[in-house]
């Protein structure tokens, strides 16, 4: 088998679809008006951004005045975590309880916000990456005023019992907050049913375009604005907004959320052929839940095998991939997400991140088994370090 390309890194972001694209282009030709214009040109881009708000809302269950655009998952994350702290101390209380495994967008609010006086616990997930709704329970306190627990962790796609931790906080008062950038399109979101009363989301990561996300604010919740300026979004988040990305983020939203069993079964017989393969590789783990995990992600440590090495050797063959985060790429340290699950430095640093997409076919699949255990042969192969297997 020739070499081809084969992308395999869709946590990291995804292509723009032709709906999409088609579904941006006039914003940028044709209704390029400015929304807050009373004239016909802003109220035609006024109007789409409405629909791109109505589309938006009923992809997770809530109301269009319920959702706020953002630059992406990032900023969506500092809003949420930043100004229910900022509201939660007006009222008293300063403890936030969140993971050890979440987006480094939470993980730096959180220590920014330590250094502001608030106290944080973090919470172990167990060895598959799990957080129990009891442990967020046992964390609560009088003075906490915040809950962030990310729906699907972006590492190792373990899906988190988010409905159940939501129901507690609901009952005790307490803000809840969900970083759901991985989990919308593969799992149903209800932002109701699953007792959520913020919610991050980023448009990269479904096809569409990159610098566009949403922020869902409950209704009642008085969450200070997050940037100063002009009335637009209600006065919460000023500036003029970026009406292409948000009616594509519309557009994405819709076209992922049609079929979710649908496409969830498909990547989830490619992602067990492609697991079920790649384990054959001796001495190989599968990181993550086995089961309550995200359709489309395989995260593999290989013992013997430093994760960079094995990338850049996948490339060479035609197959783009990650060993983590992407926007942890430029560091030394093994993921955080690893290590705080239990799994020693060499595995944390040998690890594998294997996406898959809408456009991933069968073949696709079987190349990166075939070349996967090429390059981890190779590499142990050369390595004075590599002794014989032994159990993982």
Partial sequence: MGNRFVYADNAATTKVSESVLQAMLPMMTEHYGNPSSVHKMGREASRLLLQASGRSAESIGCKPNEIYFTSGGTESDNWAVRSAALLGEQQGKRHIVTTMIEHHAVLKCCRALEKQGFEVTYLRPDGSGLIGAEQVESALREDTCLVSVMTANNE???????????????????????????????IPIDVAAMNIDMLSL??????????????????????????????????????????????????????????????????????????????????????????????????????????????????????????????????????????????????????????LGDDTTEEDVDYIIEKVAAAAARIRGRSPLWTEPQKV
Avoid: W
């Fill in 156 to 186: 190792v796609g373990t899906i988190q019992p988010v409905a159940e931790i939501g129901g507690i906080c609901r009952e005790r008062g307490v803000l809840f907050h969900t970083d759901s950038v991985q989990a919308v399109g593969s």
């Fill in 202 to 355: 980023s448009g990269h990561k479904i096809h569409a375009p990159k610098g566009v996300g949403a922020l869902y604010i409950r209704s009642g919740i008085a969450l200070p604005p997050f940037i100063l300026g002009g009335e637009q979004q209600r006065g919460r988040r000023a500036g003029t907004e970026n009406t292409a990305g948000i009616v594509g983020l519309g557009q994405a939203l819709a076209d992922i959320t049609k079929d979710i069993s649908g496409r969830s079964e498909r990547l989830a017989r490619l992602r067990d052929r492609l697991a079920e393969g790649l384990l054959r590789i001796p001495e190989t783990r599968l990181n993550g839940h086995p089961t309550q995990r995200l359709c489309s992600n395989v995260n593999l440590s290989l013992r013997g095998v430093e994760g960079e090495s094995l990338l850049l050797m996948l490339e060479t063959m035609g197959i783009c991939a990650s060993s983590g985060a992407a926007c942890a790429s430029g560091s030394l340290e093994p993921s955080h997400v690893l290590t705080a699950m239990g799994l020693p430095e060499e595995l944390a640093r040998g690890s594998l991140r294997l996406s």
